[in-house]
C-alpha cells in the first residue's frame, strides 16, 4: 500500500501532541484518516503495541477536546510489510466546531484542514460551523467565550427569591447537553458583549449633549442602572388644582419599565450594534436593534400579537417575574398614557424598532403656575440641572443610588483633590440639590 497525506489523510510516526489538531481538523471539516507508524515520506515503520498506542489516543482525545468527539472516531489496525499500523478513522462530527478545551472556541484551539496542513480557524469559520450545527437562533447557539461568571444573575435571583444553580442554568438553557455555555448564557453573564449607550441632550434634538453612557456587562446589571439611569433624570413636577397640589412625573414609570424591557427582550444580538436610547427634553426614545419577526406587521404588534426573536431570555425575564406574558407590554404602555393628550409612538424598520415616550408635563414649560417638587425658590431646576457638568451629573446619581454621598466618595468618584470635591459639594448645596446631614468630617449629603 502507498503511503502519502492528502486532504483526508495524515501520516504519523510516532503518538505526539500534535495529533489532536489532526483529528480535530478532520472532526471539523469531511473526516479523515490518521495513520500512526508511518513516517510523512510513507515509509512504513510500524508500531510495537497498536492496543497501547490506540488507548494512548483515546485517553488524549477525551480529556483534551470538547465537545465529546470519541463517537465518530473508529480504531483499527493493519499490518504492511509485516509491521503493524494503527489506523484512526475521523468522520465529520455533528457538534462542530470541535476545539481544544485549554484554548477555547477561539482560532488558536478550532482547526480545520487546509490542503495537507492541519491548521487554526478564522472566527468567521467557526461562527459558521456553530450557526451550521445549532441553527439560526442567536441565543440557542453555543457562545465563543465558555469562561463566564455570573455574579449578577445570582444577586438578582437571590432578590426575588428564585432558586438558581447548575440545574437551572440548564433548565434555562444557559447551558446545553455537552456542559457548554450557550449563547443566552453569554448574554446574562458578566462578560457579556452587548451593551445599551444612553444619550441625555439639553432640547429637542441632539444639537447639545448633557451626559452620555454606555452599559455593559450582565443585561440583568444594564437593566437594573438604565433603569436608575432613567428614573433619576424622570423628574416630578407639580400642578395646583384650586386647593389640590398634583403631582405628576415626566413619564410613567411603567411605561419606561416596559419599553426597557421589550429593548432587551426583542433585540436582535446577532448584531453586534448597541441598543440606543435618547432622552431629549420632550421625549425619550428606546431603539432596538432588529425589526419586526417575518410575518409580523406594526398592526399586529399594536392589537397585542407578540412573535418573541429570544423565546430563552425572555423564560429568564418571566422566571423572574419581569414579565407576565408574551405580547403586554405595547398594550401596557398605552394604557399609562390612557387619558391624557400626548400618546406613545412606535416606529419600525427592516432593522430597528423605536418606541417614543412624550414627556407628558412638557406642556407646562412655560406655564408659571407650574414648578418641580424639592426644587429651589428662587431658581428653576429644570435650569439648574441643565447647566451641570458631567462630575456633577456623576455625584448626584452616586447619591441618588447609594442613599447618600461623602466628600471622600465624590473624590474617589471624581479622581480630583479634595479642595475640589469640596467646591462641587457646595455648589450643589448651594443650588437646593444636597443637603448636608451631620458635621465636621462625619458630614453626608443626600438628595433634596
Given at each position: 500500500?502507498?503511503?502519502?497525506?492528502?486532504?483526508?489523510?495524515?501520516?504519523?510516526?510516532?503518538?505526539?501532541?500534535?495529533?489532536?489538531?489532526?483529528?480535530?481538523?478532520?472532526?471539523?471539516?469531511?473526516?479523515?484518516k490518521?495513520?500512526?507508524?508511518?513516517?510523512?515520506?510513507?515509509?512504513?515503520?510500524?508500531?510495537?503495541?497498536?492496543?497501547?498506542?490506540?488507548?494512548?489516543?483515546?485517553?488524549?482525545?477525551?480529556?483534551?477536546?470538547?465537545?465529546?468527539?470519541?463517537?465518530?472516531?473508529h480504531?483499527?489496525?493493519?499490518?504492511e510489510?509485516?509491521?503493524?499500523?494503527?489506523?484512526?478513522?475521523?468522520?465529520?462530527?455533528?457538534?462542530?466546531?470541535?476545539?481544544?478545551?485549554?484554548?477555547?472556541?477561539?482560532?488558536?484551539?478550532?482547526?480545520?484542514?487546509?490542503?495537507?496542513?492541519?491548521?487554526?480557524?478564522?472566527?468567521?469559520?467557526?461562527?459558521?460551523?456553530?450557526?451550521?450545527?445549532?441553527?439560526?437562533?442567536?441565543?440557542?447557539?453555543r457562545?465563543?467565550?465558555?469562561?463566564?461568571?455570573?455574579?449578577?444573575?445570582?444577586?438578582?435571583?437571590?432578590?426575588r427569591?428564585?432558586?438558581?444553580?447548575?440545574?437551572?442554568?440548564?433548565?434555562?438553557?444557559?447551558?446545553?447537553?455537552?456542559?457548554?455555555?450557550?449563547?443566552?448564557?453569554?448574554?446574562?453573564?458578566?462578560?457579556?458583549?452587548?451593551?445599551?449607550?444612553?444619550?441625555?441632550?439639553?432640547?429637542?434634538d441632539?444639537?447639545?449633549?448633557?451626559?452620555?453612557?454606555?452599559?455593559?456587562?450582565?443585561?440583568?446589571?444594564?437593566?437594573?442602572?438604565?433603569?436608575?439611569?432613567?428614573?433619576?433624570?424622570?423628574?416630578?413636577?407639580s400642578?395646583?388644582?384650586?386647593?389640590?397640589?398634583?403631582?405628576?412625573?415626566?413619564?410613567?414609570?411603567?411605561?419606561?419599565?416596559?419599553?426597557?424591557?421589550?429593548?432587551?427582550v426583542?433585540?436582535?444580538?446577532?448584531?453586534?450594534?448597541?441598543?440606543?436610547?435618547?432622552?431629549?427634553?420632550?421625549?425619550?426614545?428606546?431603539?432596538?436593534?432588529?425589526?419586526?419577526?417575518?410575518?409580523?406587521?406594526?398592526?399586529?404588534?399594536?392589537?397585542?400579537?407578540?412573535?418573541?426573536?429570544?423565546?430563552?431570555?425572555?423564560?429568564?425575564?418571566?422566571?423572574?417575574?419581569?414579565?407576565?406574558?408574551?405580547?403586554?407590554?405595547?398594550?401596557?404602555?398605552?394604557?399609562?398614557?390612557?387619558?391624557?393628550?400626548?400618546?406613545?409612538?412606535?416606529?419600525?424598520?427592516?432593522?430597528a424598532?423605536?418606541?417614543?415616550?412624550?414627556?407628558?408635563?412638557?406642556?407646562?414649560?412655560?406655564?408659571?403656575?407650574?414648578?418641580?417638587?424639592?426644587?429651589?425658590?428662587?431658581?428653576?431646576?429644570?435650569?439648574?440641572?441643565?447647566?451641570?457638568?458631567?462630575?456633577?451629573?456623576?455625584?448626584?446619581?452616586?447619591?441618588?443610588?447609594?442613599?447618600?454621598?461623602?466628600?471622600?466618595?465624590?473624590?474617589?468618584?471624581?479622581?480630583?483633590?479634595?479642595?475640589?470635591?469640596?467646591?462641587?459639594?457646595?455648589?450643589?448645596?448651594?443650588?437646593?440639590?444636597?443637603?448636608?446631614?451631620?458635621?465636621?468630617?462625619?458630614?453626608?449629603?443626600?438628595?433634596?
Open positions: 500500500m502507498l503511503f502519502r497525506e492528502s486532504e483526508t489523510v495524515e501520516l504519523k510516526e510516532v503518538v505526539t501532541d500534535e495529533i489532536k489538531k489532526e483529528i480535530l481538523a478532520f472532526a471539523n471539516c469531511d473526516g479523515g490518521v495513520y500512526i507508524g508511518v513516517r510523512d515520506d510513507g515509509t512504513v515503520i510500524g508500531v510495537t503495541d497498536p492496543d497501547s498506542v490506540s488507548l494512548q489516543i483515546s485517553n488524549m482525545v477525551r480529556d483534551a477536546i470538547k465537545p465529546d468527539v470519541t463517537m465518530f472516531l480504531y483499527d489496525t493493519i499490518e510489510d509485516g509491521k503493524d499500523i494503527v489506523v484512526v478513522d475521523i468522520q465529520r462530527g455533528t457538534d462542530r466546531p470541535y476545539y481544544l478545551a485549554k484554548k477555547g472556541m477561539r482560532p488558536e484551539g478550532v482547526y480545520v484542514r487546509q490542503g495537507y496542513s492541519s491548521v487554526p480557524a478564522t472566527d468567521a469559520a467557526i461562527r459558521r460551523m456553530i450557526k451550521e450545527t445549532d441553527g439560526d437562533r442567536f441565543e440557542a447557539m457562545s465563543l467565550n465558555q469562561d463566564l461568571t455570573f455574579e449578577a444573575v445570582k444577586k438578582e435571583f437571590a432578590l427569591n428564585v432558586e438558581f444553580g447548575p440545574q437551572q442554568m440548564r433548565t434555562l438553557k444557559m447551558i446545553d447537553q455537552d456542559g457548554l455555555y450557550s449563547n443566552l448564557g453569554m448574554l446574562l453573564s458578566d462578560q457579556c458583549i452587548h451593551t445599551i449607550k444612553v444619550a441625555v441632550f439639553q432640547g429637542m441632539q444639537t447639545i449633549f448633557k451626559d452620555r453612557r454606555e452599559f455593559g456587562g450582565s443585561l440583568l446589571r444594564q437593566m437594573n442602572e438604565v433603569y436608575e439611569f432613567i428614573d433619576f433624570r424622570n423628574q416630578t413636577r400642578t395646583i388644582e384650586k386647593l389640590l397640589r398634583i403631582d405628576v412625573r415626566d413619564y410613567p414609570e411603567i411605561a419606561v419599565r416596559e419599553a426597557l424591557l421589550n429593548l432587551l426583542h433585540r436582535d444580538y446577532s448584531f453586534s450594534a448597541s441598543a440606543l436610547i435618547s432622552i431629549y427634553v420632550d421625549r425619550i426614545e428606546f431603539v432596538s436593534i432588529g425589526g419586526l419577526m417575518p410575518g409580523i406587521e406594526l398592526e399586529d404588534v399594536m392589537m397585542g400579537i407578540s412573535v418573541c426573536r429570544n423565546q430563552n431570555l425572555a423564560n429568564v425575564f418571566y422566571r423572574l417575574h419581569l414579565v407576565e406574558a408574551y405580547g403586554t407590554g405595547i398594550g401596557k404602555i398605552m394604557r399609562a398614557y390612557e387619558g391624557m393628550t400626548e400618546k406613545p409612538m412606535i416606529e419600525t424598520s427592516k432593522n424598532f423605536k418606541i417614543i415616550l412624550p414627556n407628558i408635563n412638557i406642556k407646562y414649560e412655560s406655564d408659571d403656575r407650574f414648578a418641580y417638587t424639592g426644587r429651589s425658590k428662587e431658581k428653576d431646576a429644570f435650569e439648574t440641572e441643565a447647566s451641570l457638568s458631567d462630575g456633577e451629573e456623576k455625584v448626584l446619581e452616586y447619591a441618588r443610588i447609594h442613599g447618600a454621598i461623602t466628600r471622600r466618595n465624590v473624590k474617589n468618584l471624581l479622581e480630583v483633590s479634595t479642595s475640589t470635591a469640596a467646591r462641587v459639594i457646595k455648589k450643589l448645596v448651594s443650588s437646593n440639590l444636597l443637603k448636608p446631614n451631620g458635621k465636621a468630617r462625619a458630614t453626608s449629603y443626600t438628595l433634596v
